[in-house]
């Protein structure tokens, strides 16, 4: 007889998160804890890190739910924690320095033959792709290009400015096309 | 605890611990009553409200656990005004250091108990159920605690009650 | 070659369109589509620079198209919707063929994660227990509410949390009704003082809203009358938002 939570919006969900409504938080959480989660391991390249990441991360969504002013945006809002929280734990593990592109690809796993069954070649070829590069530059284009992020969020993030981003989205990028074209 | 006419010792730490746990015993036995819960913080409001507080027991801590605390303050111990009180206004923390002496290997009591020169006071959070009163259940609760703490060589007992959830029967 | 941070630094950004989120997808509403264009929280940061005006970054170390578009340039204009109308990038075979590929790119991009989290196993449901139990130790209280007491030294009280959660309790056991969100004016810690409750609900598609709005106020008074001792100047029920019902089944 009760209205049934797992059916109601984000929106919904949120608002009644910040009043203190438990119930509802965990249902908001369940709903996005995936892709969370697959931010957070493309972030750190590491699921392990990403679990730690996104446990964080919840407990802070939960203390700064009243402060969020449009309920409908909490997806957004929540990933961008998320990614506060991956960079808090990078930095602490020294995953990554100042801008460098002889930094070595990190060790994310694309050769998991589940994933491979499950999606299209194509993106496959661009997780490739994406493991080929340099830490900095992938992670910066997962802020930009998978998590929204803007470029002053993204500067702040990684600890440059808002110009070395440009830059390495525009490095990232150019590789990126050219070996998904090439792929094609 | 003797009975005599005369003065009376102070009540010992253990058997200060000993009632908490009663207490709690005799809350959650109420009818209405779903549960009793430690109240966060309990310890550092006591000790910056309470003058000459001279034991504490109980009232924090993990929920069901066995933590122990830093000190437990059994004797003499001057009440520090300077403790501001750890409690947020909007989101309460439950503060495992705020948890006071057990018996060692003893789950924390979540009744706590603070005796002080003139009054003890004793602190807990229920939920109830949404079927009774709330009202009615709350003082039902405080009045089985005082009930049960007359007679005991404290003194004069106090409830600081709240009811911090409603529970639907679903 | 590298940058180093140096704090923020705007009187150096370039003259580029504004910088926003790039904005993904909206919400997820029930039935799991995710609506394209949805709502971007217009508190996020946004760069001062002047609109318009795409001049390569002499900053810039990635070489330009033949023809001198630069891939800088066509991100920048991809970001802004491709408008206003550009005739130099749209008018070359050779700068729509490289936007396109960006376009491909990035509609990889936005799909990446939904993929990520396909292929990845369910979440430990003990890890979602222990986040919870985390978050129930930091309840919101609010403000206490007192109650008659049974002495004059000791002091019985509700919290405010858990009068809302009441408020939501009896609002949601209305048929068709869900609550959004509820608050509780007034002064509540001096007892007998006058408070104004509002509630705001979702209602089922269909359903008569005013006689919605009624069913909620009257529940939502029982409950209080009962469960607390504040004395309600009124209760006032909003319909703010309608809901649809999914067949069975969640989200």
Not at chain 1, 75 to 82: N, P
Request: charge should be negative.
């Amino acid at each position: 007889m009760a209205a049934d939570l797992t059916e109601a919006t984000d929106a919904v969900l949120a608002s009644r998160a910040a009043e203190g409504d438990e119930r509802a938080f965990e249902v908001l959480l369940r709903r996005h804890l995936g892709l969370m989660t697959a931010y957070a391991t493309r972030l750190t390249g590491s699921r392990a890190d990403a679990t730690d990441a996104v446990q964080e991360a919840s407990i802070t969504i939960w203390r700064e739910l009243p402060t969020l002013q449009t309920p409908a945006a909490v997806k957004g809002w929540m990933m961008r924690i998320v990614s506060r929280k991956a960079f808090d734990l990078i930095r602490s593990r020294r995953l990554t320095d100042d801008v460098d592109d002889l930094e070595l690809p990190a060790a994310t796993p694309t050769t998991d033959p589940e994933r491979r069954a499950s999606s299209n070649d194509a993106m496959e070829a661009l997780r490739a792709a994406l493991a080929r590069l340099p830490a900095s530059q992938r992670q910066v284009w997962a802020l930009r290009e998978v998590g929204g992020e803007s470029y002053t969020e993204i500067a702040e993030r990684t600890g440059t400015t808002v110009t070395a981003v440009r830059g390495q989205l525009a490095r990232a990028r150019e590789t990126l096309t050219r070996e998904m074209e090439a792929w094609r | 605890m003797s009975d005599d006419d005369g003065l009376r010792a102070p009540i010992s730490p253990a058997d200060l611990s000993l009632l908490a746990t009663e207490l709690g015993e005799i809350a959650a036995s109420v009818d209405g009553v779903v549960h009793v819960r430690a109240r966060p913080g309990f310890g550092s409001v006591v000790r910056s409200a309470l003058q000459g507080l001279s034991a504490v027991v109980g009232g924090g801590g993990v929920v069901g656990s066995t933590v122990q605390s830093d000190a437990s303050i059994a004797g003499a111990t001057s009440a520090d005004p300077g403790v501001p009180a750890s409690d947020i206004p909007d989101a309460e923390r439950a503060d495992p250091a705020s948890a006071e002496a057990a018996a060692p290997g003893r789950p924390v009591p979540l009744v706590g108990i603070a005796v002080a020169d003139l009054e003890t006071r004793i602190t807990l959070d229920i939920a109830v159920d949404e079927s009774g009163s709330g009202p009615l259940v709350a003082r039902a609760v405080a009045q089985a605690l005082l009930d049960r703490v007359s007679g005991e060589p404290v003194p004069p007992a106090s409830v600081d009650l709240r009811i911090v959830s409603v529970a639907t029967g679903a | 070659m590298s940058d180093r941070p140096h704090g923020t630094d705007h009187a150096h950004e370039d003259p580029t369109p504004p910088d926003v989120p790039v904005d993904l997808g909206g919400s997820v509403e029930p039935g799991g589509s995710v609506a394209p264009g949805g709502p971007v929280d217009p508190t996020a940061p946004v760069d001062p620079g002047a609109p318009g005006g795409a001049d390569p970054s002499p900053d810039e170390l990635v070489a330009g198209a033949e023809d001198g578009v630069s891939p800088e340039r066509l991100v920048d204009y991809l970001d802004a919707g491709r408008q206003p109308y550009d005739p130099e990038i749209e008018e070359s075979p050779e700068a729509r063929a490289q936007l396109a590929a960006l376009e491909r790119l990035r509609a990889m991009g936005a799909r990446l994660l939904e993929s990520d989290a396909a292929a990845s196993p369910a979440p430990d449901p003990s890890w979602i227990s222990g986040v919870m139990d985390r978050v129930r130790l930091e309840s919101r209280a609010g403000r206490q509410i007192p109650l008659a007491s049974i002495d004059e030294r000791s002091t019985l009280h509700i919290t405010e949390g858990a009068v809302r959660s009441l408020i939501r309790e009896a609002g949601d056991g209305v048929e068709g009704a869900m609550v959004i969100s509820c608050t509780i004016h007034g002064d509540v810690s001096v007892p007998g003082a006058l408070v104004r409750v509002e509630v705001v609900v979702s209602g089922l598609f269909g359903e008569p809203l005013p006689a919605l709005a009624e069913a909620v106020k009257s529940a939502v008074s029982s409950s209080l009358s009962r469960q607390t001792e504040l004395t309600l100047e009124s209760v006032d029920v909003v319909v703010d938002d309608v809901h649809l019902q999914s067949e069975g089944g969640a989200a």
